[in-house]
């Protein structure tokens, strides 16, 4: 009788470990690093198509995974106000080709290049499928990831954002941007006006964004720039079948009320919410009050799990 439950408890063993309870039982609770922390807290992964992109993972392992895609010469550490108030999940903040630790290669830095890079990403770190948060250029790269891949994507969230920038000469982006040649003065009325908001933000945060920033390669600023004036998601969003939320500041001069009514045409079953006072970085002026927005979306059931 011994025999038989010894037996019986090592096949019970073998068979918890076969359906994954190894991996289940190292879930951690991974915090969220400090300001000072952020850029040493990275890692890197190479992806199939030969990019290097860095990382910072955050909250419950065993949580639903989510893909955080920050903006336009922004790095992952732009989520690090919203990120302890969604510790409940598996949190992946990667740096876009070019941006903070990646490889940033000669080319290319359109919105496709990005998406493909994403999708990449979530097959290197074994995801079949993700909720995902997009920044301003990071949520034109999660349109298209959800366009391209919905099988990818379980819930969608555009914060700032629009289907089309629209820029080209004469634009506040090109005007400001073509001309610049490095070095870039992370101090300059221009870089001080890059990162601008209504409301107060923590001011060590944006200092080291402001310097990174400043450190993205020419190269990259411009390819993006390119990519604002010739690339447009009107005709693909229809692709897109995640549910999609959009969160938008009221005082945001950059992505202003007629690219909401671009993305209310688009996405028509879209939810939509509007934060007073607030800029184009409403989730650094209000990283709680975005969260609570977030939070009951992300966490209602897609229609494919109903």
Not at 3 to 30: E, N
Not at 94 to 123: E, T
Request: hydrophobic share 45%; aromatic share 10%; glycine share 6%.
């Amino acid at each position: 009788m011994r025999d038989l439950l010894l037996r019986t408890g090592l096949a019970l063993l073998v068979s918890l470990s076969s359906l994954g309870w190894a991996q289940w039982s190292s879930a951690a609770d991974i915090p969220v690093p400090t300001q000072a922390s952020w850029a040493d807290a990275k890692t890197t992964v190479k992806l199939a198509n030969g990019v290097t992109l860095a990382y910072v993972e955050m909250g419950n392992s065993d949580g639903p995974p989510t893909l955080l895609l920050h903006g336009y010469t922004d790095n992952s550490r732009s989520w690090s106000l919203l990120a302890p108030y969604l510790a409940n999940r598996r949190l992946l903040a990667i740096d876009l080709r070019g941006h903070g630790k990646s490889d940033a290669p000669q080319c290319c830095y359109g919105f496709a290049d990005f998406a493909n890079d994403a999708a990449l990403f979530l097959d290197a770190m074994g995801i079949a499928k993700a909720d995902v948060i997009g920044h301003s250029l990071g949520s034109m790269t999660a349109q298209l990831l959800a366009a391209q891949h919905p099988e990818k994507v379980d819930h969608l969230v555009l914060i700032s954002s629009t289907t089309g920038f629209g820029g080209g000469p004469g634009s506040w982006l090109w005007d400001h941007i073509a001309p610049l040649q490095p070095p870039i003065d992370p101090n300059s009325q221009f870089m001080t006006d890059w990162y601008a908001n209504p409301n107060p933000v923590d001011e060590d945060f944006i200092a080291r964004e402001r310097s990174e920033s400043a450190a993205v390669p020419i190269h990259v600023w411009k390819g993006v720039l390119w990519a604002t004036v010739i690339d447009d998601l009107t005709l693909v969003a229809p692709l897109v079948k995640a549910p999609v939320l959009v969160l938008w500041g009221e005082k945001d001069s950059l992505l202003d009320l007629s690219h909401q009514e671009k993305l209310e045409k688009a996405y028509p079953h879209a939810e939509f919410q509007i934060f007073r006072d607030a800029g184009h970085n409403m989730f650094w002026e209000f990283p709680q009050k975005a969260a609570k927005v977030i939070k009951p979306f992300l966490d209602a059931p897609s229609e494919g799990e109903q």
